[in-house]
C-alpha cells in the first residue's frame, strides 16, 4: 500500500488517514486490491506465475538437453524419436490438461465478476472527449425538482493544483472526486457520449469499455477507504492521457453525509 507521508489534504478531509492508491515510479506490480474482484485476479496471476515458471524451466531443459544430447554425430539416439506416435500423444495431452487446470480458476474468476448483486446505489458513468461524467440519480424520487447529482470531472495541470503541491500526482488530479462508499454493493453504468473509452480503476480490478449508445454494467464492492486512481484505457483522440479518474471511497457515513448536503429533500 502506497502511502503518502505529504498528504495532509487527504488526512485532513475526513478527519483521518486515508491510504493513496497510485502508481509508483518504476512500478511492475499490481496496484493493492481494494475490491474483491482485484483479489481474485492477484491471486490468480500468484498462481498462473507458478505454474509459468515451472513450464519456463521445463520446456528450457528439454530443449538445451536436445541442442546438447541429439546432433549430426550421434543421429542413432535420436532417429529413435522422429514420427513417435507416443511422444506425439504425450506432448498434446500434458498442455491440454494443463490449459484444463488452469481453465477452472480462469472460469470461477470471470463469472464471479459478472455475478449480479441487488445494488444499493447505481452510478452512471459517461465518456467525453477527454473527461469522465457522473450522474447518481437514485434519489431523484425523493427529491424537489431535477436534482440528479451530476458532474464531470476534468484533470487538474499542474497551475491548477494548490500552491503547495505536495501529496498531489501529476496527470492523475481531477478537479473533483467521484465518492464512493466503502462495504456497499455498487452497480456502475459506463457509456460514452462520443467515442469509445474506458472506465479503468487498477485497485478495483475494473476496465470496462464506455460505448457510444450503450450501457455497459458492472458490479463493485470496495472493501477500504482510500483514495484510487485510474486512467482511460482505449484510445480516444488526442487528449485520452489526459483524463483521469480520480476515486474517494469513503464510509457510509461520511457518503451520506455528503449525500444529504447535496440533495433538496422533500419536506
Ligand atoms: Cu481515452
Same mark, same amino acid.
Given at each position: 500500500?502506497?502511502?503518502?507521508?505529504?498528504?495532509?489534504?487527504?488526512?485532513?478531509?475526513?478527519?483521518?488517514?486515508?491510504?493513496?492508491?497510485?502508481?509508483?515510479?518504476?512500478?511492475?506490480?499490481?496496484?493493492?486490491?481494494?475490491?474483491?474482484?482485484?483479489?481474485?485476479?492477484?491471486?490468480?496471476?500468484?498462481?498462473?506465475?507458478?505454474?509459468?515458471?515451472?513450464?519456463?524451466?521445463?520446456?528450457?531443459?528439454?530443449?538445451i538437453t536436445c541442442i546438447l544430447s541429439?546432433s549430426?554425430?550421434?543421429?542413432?539416439?535420436?532417429?529413435?524419436?522422429?514420427?513417435?506416435?507416443?511422444?506425439?500423444?504425450?506432448?498434446?495431452?500434458?498442455?491440454? *490438461?494443463? /490449459?484444463?487446470? #488452469?481453465?477452472?480458476?480462469?472460469?470461477? !474468476?470471470?463469472?464471479?465478476?459478472?455475478?449480479? %448483486?441487488?445494488? $444499493?446505489?447505481?452510478?452512471?458513468?459517461?465518456?467525453?472527449?477527454?473527461?469522465?461524467?457522473?450522474?447518481?440519480?437514485?434519489?431523484?424520487?425523493?427529491?424537489?425538482?431535477?436534482?440528479?447529482?451530476?458532474?464531470?470531472?476534468?484533470?487538474?495541470?499542474?497551475?491548477?493544483?494548490?500552491?503547495?503541491?505536495?501529496?498531489?500526482?501529476?496527470?492523475?488530479?481531477?478537479?473533483?472526486?467521484?465518492?464512493?462508499?466503502?462495504?456497499?454493493?455498487?452497480?456502475?453504468?459506463?457509456?460514452?457520449?462520443?467515442?469509445?473509452?474506458?472506465?479503468?480503476?487498477?485497485?478495483?480490478?475494473?476496465?470496462?469499455?464506455?460505448?457510444?449508445?450503450? *450501457?455497459? /454494467?458492472?458490479? #463493485?464492492?470496495?472493501?477500504?477507504?482510500? !483514495?484510487?486512481?485510474?486512467?482511460?484505457?482505449? %484510445?480516444?483522440? $488526442?487528449?485520452?492521457?489526459?483524463?483521469?479518474?480520480?476515486?474517494?471511497?469513503?464510509?457510509?457515513?461520511?457518503?451520506?453525509?455528503?449525500?444529504?448536503?447535496?440533495?433538496?429533500?422533500?419536506?
Amino acid at each position: 500500500m502506497i502511502f503518502n507521508p505529504f498528504s495532509f489534504f487527504f488526512q485532513n478531509l475526513f478527519n483521518k488517514k486515508i491510504f493513496l492508491d497510485c502508481p509508483s515510479n518504476w512500478q511492475i506490480h499490481f496496484s493493492d486490491s481494494a475490491s474483491p474482484a482485484m483479489e481474485g485476479i492477484v491471486n490468480f496471476h500468484n498462481h498462473i506465475m507458478i505454474v509459468l515458471s515451472f513450464i519456463a524451466f521445463f520446456v528450457s531443459w528439454l530443449l538445451i538437453t536436445c541442442i546438447l544430447s541429439y546432433s549430426d554425430d550421434n543421429i542413432s539416439k535420436s532417429t529413435k524419436f522422429t514420427h513417435s506416435n507416443e511422444l506425439e500423444i504425450v506432448w498434446t495431452s500434458i498442455p491440454a *490438461l494443463i /490449459l484444463l487446470f #488452469l481453465a477452472t480458476p480462469s472460469f470461477t !474468476l470471470l463469472y464471479s465478476m459478472d455475478e449480479l %448483486i441487488e445494488p $444499493v446505489i447505481n452510478f452512471k458513468i459517461i465518456g467525453h472527449q477527454w473527461y469522465w461524467g457522473y450522474e447518481l440519480s437514485d434519489y431523484s424520487t425523493c427529491v424537489t425538482g431535477d436534482n440528479n447529482i451530476q458532474y464531470n470531472c476534468y484533470m487538474m495541470v499542474l497551475e491548477g493544483l494548490p500552491e503547495n503541491r505536495k501529496g498531489y500526482f501529476r496527470l492523475l488530479e481531477t478537479n473533483r472526486r467521484v465518492l464512493f462508499p466503502v462495504k456497499t454493493h455498487l452497480r456502475l453504468y459506463i457509456t460514452a457520449a462520443d467515442v469509445l473509452h474506458s472506465w479503468t480503476v487498477p485497485s478495483f480490478g475494473l476496465k470496462v469499455d464506455a460505448c457510444p449508445g450503450r *450501457l455497459n /454494467l458492472i458490479n #463493485l464492492f470496495i472493501k477500504r477507504i482510500g !483514495l484510487f486512481f485510474g486512467q482511460c484505457s482505449e %484510445i480516444c483522440g $488526442v487528449n485520452h492521457g489526459f483524463m483521469p479518474i480520480s476515486v474517494m471511497g469513503v464510509d457510509v457515513v461520511q457518503y451520506n453525509s455528503y449525500i444529504i448536503s447535496k440533495v433538496n429533500w422533500i419536506k
